[in-house]
Nanobody
Framework: VQLQASGGGLVQPGGSLRLSCAAS??????????IGWFRQAPGKEREEVSC????????YYADSVKGRFTISRDNAKNTVYLQMNSLKPEDTAVYYC????????????????????WGQGTRVTVSS
């Protein structure tokens, strides 16, 4: 299993970015794994951002990003996206995607300790 995160960069407050997480070694439509986005800011602990069930598209969002971020999946491309709008300086962090390799349908767990495979991270900086 491999995960490749991309799409990070420097953006001004109020701006938008779309992160991508390309997965290989399993398929959304057959394995029904959960994929999540997590982030770690300098000097802070890792925190969950959003997670999605690849089976039925059920989603979870952290309170800090609700209404601003949208997670989605493309089964044909085996890719998960995180659309981030109305970005704030406090969104600055390295963003990681990860997968919980358990067949699952419904509301996904977004507990990072349950996620086994992690991508390399992509840096998001929100600054004027």
């Amino acid at each position: 299993v491999q995960l490749q995160a991309s799409g990070g960069g420097l953006v001004q407050p109020g701006g938008s970015l779309r992160l991508s997480c390309a997965a290989s070694g399993f398929t959304f439509q057959e394995d029904y794994y959960t994929i999540g986005w997590f982030r770690q800011a300098p000097g802070k602990e890792r925190e969950e951002v959003s997670c999605i069930s690849s089976s039925d598209g059920s989603t979870y969002y952290a309170d800090s990003v609700k209404g601003r971020f949208t997670i989605s999946r493309d089964n044909a491309k085996n890719t998960v996206y995180l659309q981030m709008n109305s970005l704030k300086p406090e969104d600055t962090a390295v963003y990681y995607c990860a997968t919980l390799p358990v067949r699952w349908v419904g509301l996904p767990s977004c507990n990072a300790y349950e996620y086994t495979y992690w991508g390399q991270g992509t840096r998001v900086t929100v600054s004027s």
